[in-house]
């Protein structure tokens, strides 16, 4: 098991008029993410409201906040217990046996135009053999063709613009990745987390963005910018893509400071703890359709 203490802070200076928020910071509740403990402060006298999506598990908070400075804290302790998985035996879905609630994610969205890279996806990976080998090969693939750089993209840029620009951040990677393996008919979709274990030299830990495809009967992690280490991943939100489970959007005038954010494993081999560590198994977070979780 995982267990990862994890803190948030966030910091805004809302102007005169207020603003509204939608923060997608708390973490996900799944059959294998378990929410031991939490807290969540704020220094406004709000009345924040927490919608779980019975469906992921996504929990979306709303607020309206009052002008002047808005500070957030969430503390957690997440105890993950991935569903572990033979890569070779992870067979890909035929569309006509897709789940309703899956099939929408071999559809084109906002961030990820996979009808315009169809020929170029069927060029790449139409020859390969099907399965988790051939996710594999779109995630490999984007590594090699995209250059991690910090602030090299904004919240307009597309999968198209990170494939003309070869350059982004972890956003951008699962944008492209995300695109290609839906204009093969691979369901695939937006998960947002924090990056544990990312080299330092990338700067302060963050936020996270990575793949989740849909192999077998559930969801698999993929994290196509490889800058973290995806057994330490809490799953905060999944979408169609960054439009729809970005960490926060605003609506009103709003100047926002960089988060601070802490996600430290735990290592106690007398409970059963374990750091999070590089494997080749296919891990997933995903209690598997017809579970919470989805």
Same mark, same amino acid.
């Given at each position: 098991?995982?267990?990862?203490?994890? &803190?948030?802070?966030?910091?805004?200076?809302?102007?005169?008029?207020?603003?509204? %928020?939608?923060?997608?910071?708390?973490?996900?509740?799944? !059959? #294998?993410?378990?929410?031991?403990?939490?807290?969540?402060?704020?220094?406004?006298?709000?009345?924040? *409201?927490?919608?779980?999506?019975?469906?992921? @598990?996504?929990?979306?908070?709303?607020?309206?906040?009052?002008?002047?400075?808005?500070? /957030? &804290?969430?503390?957690? #302790?997440?105890?993950?217990?991935?569903?572990?998985?033979?890569?070779? /035996?992870?067979?890909?879905?035929?569309?006509?046996?897709?789940?309703?609630? =899956?099939?929408?994610?071999?559809?084109?969205?906002?961030?990820? *135009?996979?009808?315009?890279?169809?020929?170029?996806?069927?060029?790449?990976?139409?020859?390969?053999?099907?399965?988790?080998?051939?996710?594999?090969?779109?995630?490999?693939?984007?590594?090699?063709?995209?250059?991690? *750089?910090? &602030?090299?993209?904004?919240?307009?840029?597309?999968? /198209?613009?990170?494939?003309?620009?070869? =350059?982004?951040?972890?956003?951008?990677?699962?944008?492209?990745?995300?695109?290609?393996?839906?204009?093969? &008919?691979?369901?695939?979709?937006?998960? #947002?987390?924090?990056?544990?274990?990312?080299?330092?030299?990338?700067?302060?830990?963050?936020?996270?963005?990575?793949?989740?495809?849909?192999? @077998?009967?559930?969801?698999?992690?993929?994290?196509?910018? @490889?800058?973290?280490?995806?057994?330490? %991943?809490?799953? %905060?939100?999944? @979408?169609?893509?960054?439009?729809?489970?970005? %960490?926060?959007?605003?609506?009103?005038?709003? !100047?926002?400071?960089?988060?601070?954010?802490?996600? =430290?494993?735990?290592?106690?081999?007398?409970?059963?703890?374990?750091?999070?560590?590089?494997?080749?198994?296919?891990?997933? #977070?995903?209690?598997?359709?017809?579970?919470?979780?989805?």
């Amino acid at each position: 098991m995982i267990r990862i203490d994890l &803190n948030i802070n966030l910091a805004y200076e809302v102007g005169d008029q207020g603003a509204d %928020f939608i923060f997608y910071i708390h973490a996900a509740h799944t !059959r #294998t993410q378990t929410v031991s403990a939490e807290r969540l402060s704020l220094n406004q006298q709000v009345a924040p *409201q927490i919608y779980t999506d019975p469906a992921t @598990g996504n929990r979306s908070m709303h607020l309206r906040a009052q002008p002047g400075p808005l500070t /957030l &804290n969430y503390a957690a #302790t997440v105890d993950l217990l991935h569903h572990v998985s033979d890569p070779q /035996l992870l067979a890909e879905v035929p569309v006509h046996r897709m789940p309703p609630e =899956v099939i929408g994610y071999i559809y084109p969205s906002r961030y990820c *135009q996979s009808d315009r890279l169809l020929r170029l996806a069927s060029n790449e990976f139409g020859h390969l053999p099907q399965g988790y080998s051939r996710v594999l090969a779109i995630q490999d693939w984007v590594r090699r063709h995209v250059s991690f *750089q910090s &602030n090299s993209s904004n919240s307009n840029t597309s999968a /198209l613009d990170t494939l003309v620009e070869q =350059v982004g951040v972890c956003r951008d990677f699962t944008h492209l990745m995300i695109a290609l393996c839906r204009a093969v &008919n691979i369901p695939a979709r937006f998960a #947002t987390g924090t990056d544990y274990g990312a080299d330092p030299v990338l700067g302060p830990p963050d936020f996270h963005a990575y793949v989740e495809a849909y192999l @077998g009967d559930r969801w698999y992690i993929f994290d196509p910018s @490889g800058t973290a280490i995806p057994m330490g %991943f809490v799953r %905060f939100a999944t @979408g169609r893509d960054a439009a729809d489970v970005a %960490f926060a959007t605003i609506f009103g005038n709003v !100047r926002a400071m960089a988060p601070v954010i802490s996600a =430290v494993a735990i290592d106690d081999s007398f409970r059963q703890m374990v750091l999070p560590h590089h494997c080749r198994e296919a891990l997933s #977070t995903d209690g598997g359709l017809g579970r919470i979780g989805a």
